[in-house]
T-cell receptor
Framework: EDQVTQSPEALRLQEGESSSLNCSYTVSGLRGLFWYRQDPGKGPEFLFTLYSAGEEKEKERLKATLTKKESFLHITAPKPEDSATYLCAVRDSNYQLIWGAGTKLIIKP | DSGVTQTPKHLITATGQRVTLRCSPRSGDLSVYWYQQSLDQGLQFLIQYYNGEERAKGNILERFSAQQFPDLHSELNLSSLELGDSALYFC????????????FGQGTRLTVV
């Protein structure tokens, strides 16, 4: 069964303290892995798509990487405005979208 | 503002009732996705339509149905509502069938009492 697991469930960091969020997946025929950011009471906002192992993408303080079994979202020198829930999702060979439960990131000033 | 409009924003209804949630995608987007988000289940993909036709189906209950109309707006119909159907329902849209970047609406919060 296709599955996406995100860890940790929650992460508290001091402003400027870099860290990584993990998304491990088991899927038949990966057709893309996506990272989204969700603020409370709002819809998710697209960040990145990765398609193949070894691929990397960057946006401001965020960098996403992909291996055959997992993806990491690296956050460098985070600011309080980076606080949000980060969601990972994969599209399988049937084009279904499977989402992880998310990592709630809190950046303290 | 993502450009995706969902109505209503809030809905309170009784068990056993039927409701319709509406979604207007971004201008020019042909694909519409429906999601359910509850505290204990996270974001659950329900169904995707592309240019009026069903493209992918997730864990959508038989009591739920959706359609996309010629003007590309979409409706999600929920019937025989149960307390457990209380959740935030999101609609998202994208330009093509398998676009990776989807734009989400603000959601409809459904409370079943």
């Amino acid at each position: 069964e296709d599955q996406v697991t995100q860890s940790p469930e929650a992460l508290r960091l001091q402003e400027g303290e870099s860290s990584s969020l993990n998304c491990s997946y088991t899927v038949s025929g990966l057709r893309g892995l996506f990272w989204y950011r969700q603020d409370p009471g709002k819809g998710p906002e697209f960040l990145f798509t990765l398609y193949s192992a070894g691929e990397e993408k960057e946006k401001e303080r965020l960098k996403a990487t992909l291996t055959k079994k997992e993806s990491f979202l690296h956050i460098t020198a985070p600011k309080p405005e980076d606080s949000a829930t980060y969601l990972c999702a994969v599209r399988d060979s049937n084009y279904q979208l499977i989402w992880g439960a998310g990592t709630k990131l809190i950046i303290k000033p | 503002d993502s450009g995706v409009t969902q109505t209503p924003k809030h809905l309170i209804t009784a068990t056993g009732q039927r409701v319709t949630l509406r979604c207007s995608p971004r201008s020019g987007d042909l694909s519409v996705y429906w999601y359910q988000q509850s505290l204990d289940q996270g974001l659950q993909f329900l169904i995707q339509y592309y240019n009026g036709e069903e493209r992918a189906k997730g864990n959508i209950l038989e009591r739920f149905s959706a359609q996309q109309f010629p003007d590309l707006h979409s409706e999600l119909n929920l019937s025989s509502l149960e307390l457990g159907d209380s959740a935030l329902y999101f609609c998202a849209s994208s330009g093509s069938q398998w676009d990776t970047e989807a734009f989400f609406g603000q959601g409809t919060r459904l409370t079943v009492v």
